[in-house]
């Protein structure tokens, strides 16, 4: 499969979005959620997500508005799956309030990724660790 050069800059710019949103955590549950949403890909692929979490211009530093994304869930063109995910991934900095019942709302590849987060919140020393996931 040879990607077009459109779909090469997409990746890029995605990329380096993901990287500001890495930076951009202030502590262990946002690096969790970031890294949760990061390994996730799909949910961080959409370009309202980007424009939710403040992404869209790259700025040098990045401040993340995890309460922007919040309000706006049901308004980003997420499926129900998503959605649930992003919730999760939201209660975990501390914002929202979805029941971790909602994990059965969840397939296989995404229930791991959020396991693992809840295993870098509980490991407590994340950001320490110079940020290694």
Known sequence: M????????EAALLKRRGARLIESATSNRELAAA????DEETILSH???HGALG???LPSE???SWEGLMGRVYTLGLDR????????TLSMVGIGN???????????????II????????RNDTLAMGRRT
């Open 62 to 64: 990045a401040t993340v």
């Open 35 to 38: 890294q949760a949403l990061l």
């Open 2 to 9: 040879t990607l077009t050069s459109a779909e090469t800059t």
């Open 47 to 49: 370009h309202s997500v």
């Open 98 to 112: 979805t029941p971790l019942s909602a994990v059965s709302d969840l397939g296989e590849r995404r229930l791991a």
């Open 115 to 122: 396991l693992r987060a809840i295993t870098r919140l509980a």
């Open 81 to 88: 799956e998503e959605r649930v995910f992003l919730g999760l």
């Open 55 to 57: 992404l869209l211009d």
